[in-house]
């Protein structure tokens, strides 16, 4: 991947179990936050019944997905639940850039991935209050076949051990107002913390 950057918005990736709710609650943040950009990334997993191409991602083919990573094409990109995710470089970059808090909803491969491009991005992990209601959660989405969600669930141990190492902030979805609170109050945190230190270094020129 690329070098370090230094960007002027702040990036945030939001991480968790599937069914743990990271898509309402991003979706929420946005309304409680100015100036923020939501990515869409590309997958070669097929499009679930209530899903739109563009809105939830953008669906495309594994040649298509191939091409664009030898194209450089995405910030990050990993294979998860045997099919590919990547996000989009080039609007992420514009969003950063026009000094906006952008949003990644990925993996935890991704985060690495991320964290490795922008040291400063803001690591959240959302966490459901027990591993109980999260099986229920995700059956009540209604989008997995049985087999499907026993490996998600499989894999959700796996991904919390390894966001204890690269995610600064847990977030527990117990009540979902709180948890959309939280996770505007880190990006709020994280936009303040950014401007304070850039006066410095202006006062210091
Ligand atoms: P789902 O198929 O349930 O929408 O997503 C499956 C997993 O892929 C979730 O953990 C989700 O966060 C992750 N994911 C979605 N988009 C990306 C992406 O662009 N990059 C990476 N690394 N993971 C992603």
Known sequence: MSEEEVSKGVAVVV?????????????????HLDNVYLSVSA????????????GDYWYITRD????RIEKGMFLEYAEVFGS?????????EQALSAG???????????????????????????LAPTQRELAERMKNRGREN?????????EAGSEIAAAWQY?????????????????VQIITGARKRKEYLESLGNEAE
Do not use: W
């Not at 997958?43 to 563009?54: F, L, Q, S, V």
């Not at 995610?167 to 996770?183: Q, R």
């Open 15 to 31: 991480s968790g179990p599937s069914g743990v709710g990271k898509g309402t609650i991003c979706r929420e943040v946005l309304k």
């Open 43 to 54: 997958t070669t997993r097929r499009k679930g019944p209530n899903e739109a191409d563009g």
């Open 64 to 67: 298509e997905f191939a091409e």
């Open 84 to 92: 590919l995710y990547g996000t989009p470089k080039d609007k992420l």
């Open 100 to 126: 906006k808090a952008a949003i990644m909803e990925i993996d935890v491969q991704g985060g690495r991935q991320v964290k490795a491009v922008y040291p400063d991005a803001v690591m959240i992990f959302i």
């Open 146 to 154: 049985e087999k499907s969600a026993q490996r998600r669930l499989g």
């Open 167 to 183: 995610y600064e902030h847990m977030v527990i979805n117990d009540d979902l107002a709180e948890a959309v609170n939280e996770v």
